[in-house]
């Protein structure tokens, strides 16, 4: 009998479980201050709507073994987005709603063998935002998680950045490359690739001009600046121009730093407008928090007329940055109940329940104790806050 959790899968102890609980809660508080409301998509997908029209590489997707093309959920902005256009379709936009629970994802491991990865995910989804409203919605979304971290108690020491990218801006600087090497030019920037860069057969003054956009990055106001240089004065720069400055005040106001990277886009292709990822410095290295965007061309997929604007928090890094006896409030302690002889059992579970029914928590010890002193005993090593011990 295998004795070891899949690859990739984890046994969590009682605190991790209640560290996890706690943080969900508290992200779930802010959720419901700012109107949203709760969903809860399926673990199990059609695989047609996992891959999110290609967003989601194949390989990522955990398939199950039925008759039909079944998957286990990679993330859940694919599945809620779904949800919103077929039955949530005659609800008054925009919809908010978030939701939490496990995602899993294929991965290869350094030895090149197949693993899961298993994560807690919670994060909002804001749907039915038309064009003239998506500047609205992505100063809320990004607003909500600077007040989830308020919330969480990330603060300046935890060296909070938040990246800003842009999928309409990096396609206006890839229309001056020509068509035959946008893709792997995207690529190379995306994967801040240098080599992939000084390989491309583009002039000489072009591969110059993409390797000082590779390190374009940093103040928001100067990266403005640079862009507009490169593209000229638009309007999609001075959409983003006013969602960066609705968000900076509090931003500053939090410590949390909001760095512009033309080039940066998260993991998954979901995104075809603002993206945007949430990086701490962790106790060994930097951690990846949250991440989102953008994604109208999926709600279109799935026959909805107005975009989406979501996020996702990874609730274990986010365990991992605090620390896990700082996530987990204690419980409150146990009282142990203990009985002398095994005709008292009915009056040692008379007294277990009357504990109960005063909201105080009270385990049984299952085997009769002789003594007073040794039921204590046994309460101690067991972490127990009380002994009740029930004799004649």
């Known amino acids: 009998m295998a004795l070891k959790p899949a690859a990739g899968a984890r046994d969590l102890n009682p605190r991790e479980v209640d560290s996890n609980r706690w943080l969900c809660e508290q992200l779930a508080e802010v959720y419901r201050r700012w109107g949203y409301a709760e969903v809860a998509p399926p673990l199990v997908e059609r695989l047609e709507t996992l891959e999110a029209g290609g967003g989601i590489r194949d390989r990522e997707l955990v398939r199950l073994a039925s008759d039909e093309p079944l998957g286990l959920r990679p993330e859940m902005t694919a599945s809620i987005a779904r949800a919103a256009c077929t039955r949530l379709a005659s609800r008054p936009r925009p919809l908010r709603l978030w939701s939490s629970g496990p995602v899993l994802r294929s991965a290869i491991s350094d030895v090149g063998q197949p693993r899961l990865e298993e994560r807690l995910q919670s994060g909002v989804e804001l749907l039915g935002a038309d064009a003239s409203q998506a500047l609205v919605a992505d100063a809320e979304l990004l607003r909500l998680l600077l007040a989830c971290l308020r919330q969480l108690r990330i603060t300046a020491e935890h060296k909070p950045t938040l990246l800003i990218g842009h999928h309409a801006v990096l396609s206006a600087l890839l229309d001056q ?41 940093g103040d928001t106001k100067a990266v403005l600046y ?34 512009l990277d033309p080039s940066f886009q998260p993991h998954f292709d979901l995104y075809d407008g603002l993206v945007l990822k949430l990086v701490c410095q962790g106790p060994v290295a930097p951690l990846a928090l949250a991440s989102g965007g953008r994604y109208d061309a999926l709600v279109a997929r799935f026959g909805g007329v107005a975009g989406g604007m979501g996020f ?28 002398a002889e095994a005709g008292q059992l009915s009056a040692a579970l008379d007294q277990l329940e009357g504990l109960h029914r005063q ?24 972490g127990c806050a009380a002994c009740l011990w029930v004799a004649s």
């Open 177 to 217: 490359v020509p068509a035959e090497q946008r893709l792997a030019t995207r690529q190379a920037l995306v994967s801040f690739d240098p080599l992939a860069l000084a390989e491309l057969q583009l002039p000489a003054h072009q591969r110059q001009g993409l390797q000082q956009l590779l390190r374009l990055r």
């Open 312 to 339: 996702g928090f990874d609730v274990e890094a986010i365990r991992d940055l605090l620390g896990t006896e700082a996530t987990a409030p204690q419980r409150p302690g146990t009282t142990l109940v203990a009985y």
């Open 359 to 382: 909201g105080e928590p009270a385990e049984l010890l299952q085997n009769p104790i002789a003594t007073r002193e040794d039921a204590e005993a046994i309460a101690a090593e067991r």
């Open 226 to 259: 640079q862009l507009e240089q490169l593209l000229g004065p638009s309007e999609l720069l001075e959409q983003l121009a006013g969602t960066l400055n609705s968000v900076a005040a509090t931003a500053a106001a939090q410590g949390v730093r909001v760095q």
